[in-house]
């Protein structure tokens, strides 16, 4: 084989020669015969061909400006070409680097990288032996379809309303779960609300593929939510995916995360408190929600509860503050609702939610979902953050401070850099309080520690250098540490940060060993079978569209449920697209909202 051409030594002269050349050669014989000119590309990849699963990179695009790179598994050739789809000019030569293996994956990986390729267009990827990759787009604007779709996951996750066909499209479906008789379990009962007593918590979203309702999983998802407002207010006037509230002069995404914190408030009980969840006793089967009938329980307050409740409602309280007109009373109620889960939790700093241990002691069992935390400083830390960023009250980060410890990437049950990103935002309004250079340059060395890791994956994403990293969920910890690495760049303008986010989109997207885009509905390979009941029972074959699947999990605590059986033990590939799978292929409102941030601020970022 003749040694292969490198991109950076063609001009731009030789290029348009090499357009016109491959142009003819494939013409004539229908294929594109790039080794005739010393590319070492195959003479194979026609694009008739299918795409090949072992070029993987992100399938929905790249913005002009962006880095990009794919990565290939298995190849010998030493380089590859960038194609035009339409046209077949071959727009650019690069060469591969070096194998590395992964053992993650258990593969050998080389990269191929094309940032040279600016112009807006389709192009596709071309590796002798291997073939063609997936069509991908390099525009303005890539990312805004995706942010849109996941943020209308919400709207397609709404109890107590009729999902209308002018917004839901071929998804449209009857209200679900009115949630207006729903009764306190034993293990809530109260003297103000004895057993039995029935109360109405209406309205917010379904948690995941199941129909219940959970308070510390929507304290992140809707902080998450609310952070691409309070961080970019500009870009969440973008953010418009078309619910029923579209036109009110508020940003839809303050709208839909309002859907979900009128449900909040009425889980706080008359003491302060805040129920752990609202359930169905176990989880129903494969069903719409509108044919589900079996009873609904409030079931026991916790500590983890209130001072999620406490933190989100003291957020949307400094934001909806904006818009009073459309929303008057509403900041002060969420306000007054904070402050009072706040002094409940600092009354009961240590209350879990130990389910078991509930239905040793109450009738009826509660099988659903935990979200049981037996460790609640971060909790504290963060509810403090909030509480002090709105009031103005230095006292709650005596109590307690996100400072207190290290940074971490965020997940449902580790809330502690919620609140760092909160006072990163409003540093300037909490000087009295905290250290602020300590609180910049910490959390630096944390973002830096984060973008180090790159250098350690052949993929060279942030996502994968620890095992740790492949969690039930790990797309959301990809997310996450996207969406905190951003933090970073907002504070130093300095664009390694973005570059390393960007990485972790890319993988979500398709750049990872699955060789899956995770969005239903985005790239051309995204899962078709999540663990989502409307998704299953509509009839449709589309998945409803814009939710990010859990991703790889090696503890694949569903293996026992599933046939067909996980196609491997690696950590990055133990991913199944199967209906079966509800450690790896479930949807949740907490790795969505991940998701819809750092659409958005890449979109931002890259100057939409
Ligand atoms: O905390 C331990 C950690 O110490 C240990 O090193 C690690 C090793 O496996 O496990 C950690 O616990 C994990 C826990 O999540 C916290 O991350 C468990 O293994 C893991 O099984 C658990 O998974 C949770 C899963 O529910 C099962 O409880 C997921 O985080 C959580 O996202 C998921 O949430 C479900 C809801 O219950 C119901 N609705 C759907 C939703 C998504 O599947
Ligand atoms: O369908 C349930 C899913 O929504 C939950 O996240 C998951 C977590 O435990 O559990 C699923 O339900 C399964 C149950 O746990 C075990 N039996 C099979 C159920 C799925 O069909």
């Not at 050669?25 to 010393?38: E, F, Y």
């Not at 962006?66 to 690069?94: I, N, P, Q, Y």
């Not at 069509?135 to 209308?152: D, G, H, M, S, Y």
């Amino acid at each position: 084989m003749m040694k292969p051409v490198s991109s950076a030594s063609l001009a731009p002269s030789k290029l348009r020669v090499l357009r016109f050349v491959s142009n003819l050669l494939s013409k004539a014989v229908g294929l594109v015969v790039l080794s005739l000119l010393g590319s070492g590309v195959a003479p194979e990849a026609t694009r008739a061909q299918q795409a090949s699963d072992r070029i993987r990179l992100n399938q929905v695009g790249f913005y002009p400006d962006a880095k990009k790179v794919a990565v290939v598994v298995g190849a010998d050739a030493g380089s590859f070409a960038v194609v035009e789809t339409a046209t077949s000019d071959t727009v650019h030569l690069g060469t591969l680097s070096a194998a590395e293996q992964w053992d993650m994956s258990g593969e050998q990986v080389r990269r191929a990288p094309f940032s040279e390729v600016t112009a807006a267009g389709t192009y596709e990827l071309r590796v002798e032996g291997l073939g063609v990759s997936y069509p991908f787009t390099i525009e303005q604007n890539v990312f805004r379809p995706v942010a849109r779709a996941a943020l209308k996951a919400y709207y397609y996750q709404r109890m107590s309303i009729p999902l209308k066909e002018e917004y839901a499209g071929q998804w449209a479906r009857p209200m679900g779960h009115p949630d207006d008789e729903v009764q306190v379990h034993p293990s809530a009962a109260s003297e103000a609300r004895p057993e039995g007593t029935t109360i109405a918590a209406p309205k917010g979203w379904y948690d995941a593929g199941d129909y219940n309702k959970y308070v510390v999983n929507s304290g992140i998802s809707t902080y998450t939510l609310l952070a691409i407002y309070e961080h970019y207010p500009e870009g969440a006037e973008d953010l418009s995916p078309s619910i029923p509230e579209s036109g009110n002069d508020v940003p839809d995404v303050l709208d839909e995360a309002l859907w979900n914190l009128r449900w909040m408030l009425d889980m706080q009980a008359p003491d302060g408190g805040v129920y752990h969840k609202l359930t169905h006793p176990s989880f129903q089967g494969m069903v719409m929600p509108h044919e589900v009938s079996a009873p609904r329980y409030v079931v026991q307050k916790s500590t983890a509860a209130a001072l999620d409740f406490a933190a989100v409602m003291a957020q949307g309280a400094r934001l909806y503050d904006d818009y009073s007109d459309a929303f008057p009373g509403l900041a002060d109620s969420m306000r007054t609702a904070a402050l009072r889960a706040w002094t409940w939790a600092r009354a009961h700093p240590d209350v879990p939610y130990d389910q078991q241990a509930m239905n040793q002691q109450y009738d009826p069992d509660v099988v659903t979902g935990a979200y049981g935390d037996d460790t609640f400083a971060d909790e504290f830390a963060w509810a403090a953050a909030e509480l002090a960023v709105t009031t103005e009250a230095d006292s709650f980060l005596a109590v307690a401070s996100p400072l207190d410890r290290a940074p971490t990437v965020p997940s449902w049950g580790n809330v502690r850099t919620l609140g760092w990103m909160t006072l990163l935002e409003h540093r300037a309004d909490v000087a009295s309080a905290v250290d602020t250079s300590a609180l910049t340059r910490r959390y630096r060395r944390f973002a830096d520690e984060l973008v180090q890791a790159r250098t350690d994956v052949p993929y060279r994403t942030v996502m994968g250098r620890e095992r740790s990293d492949f969690a039930w969920g790990s797309n959301s910890v990809a997310a996450n540490q996207a969406m905190v690495l951003l933090q970073a760049e907002r504070l130093t303008h300095d664009p390694t940060y973005v570059q390393a986010a960007l990485a972790n989109f890319d993988y979500l997207l398709g750049r990872n060993a699955t060789g899956y885009s995770f969005v239903t509905g985005h790239g051309d390979r995204s899962p078709m079978r999540i663990h989502h009941r409307p998704s299953e029972a509509d009839g449709i074959t589309a998945p409803v569209p814009g939710f990010l699947a859990g991703g790889p999990n090696p503890g694949q605590q569903d293996a026992g449920h599933c046939d067909p059986a996980y196609p491997s033990d690696h950590p990055a590939t133990s991913y199944l697209d199967a209906l079966c799978s509800y450690a790896s292929n479930e949807v949740t409102i907490n790795w969505n909202a991940p998701l819809v941030y750092v659409a958005a601020v890449l979109g931002a970022e890259y100057g939409e």
